[in-house]
């Protein structure tokens, strides 16, 4: 006989056990597992595997939103100053041709 055989399951005691959770390594009944991607996990390493592809780390450091804010004031700030560059330009452009006399 086989060790897997002589094992009762972890939660039954009186039940034979049929498969070892490959992540906790006790043995189960039939009840007390179940398959998930090729595999039979129990029910407590089944919500950790579940926990963790449901929770994923957030590995921004700075939120987005304050990055979005920067850039926007920055390049409010160019436009500004090309518009008052270009403000300037045009009107010493247009004083050049006047002559102003203090008398």
């Known amino acids: 006989m086989t060790d ?3 094992q009762q399951c972890f939660h039954h005691p ?3 056990a049929i498969v070892r959770c490959p992540s ?3 043995d189960f009944c039939r009840e007390c597992v179940t398959e998930h991607e090729d595999r039979y996990l129990c029910s407590a390493c ?3 595997e579940s926990a963790r592809k449901t929770d994923p780390k957030r590995r921004v450091g700075v939120p987005v939103g304050a990055m979005l804010a920067l850039a926007g004031l920055l390049t409010a700030w160019i436009v500004y100053y090309a518009a008052t560059e270009y403000m300037v330009m045009r009107s ?3 004083h050049n041709y006047r002559v102003w006399h203090a008398r």
């Open 46 to 48: 089944l919500l950790g």
């Open 4 to 6: 897997l055989a002589r």
């Open 92 to 94: 010493s452009a247009d």
């Open 14 to 16: 009186g039940r034979e």
């Open 24 to 26: 906790c390594h006790r």
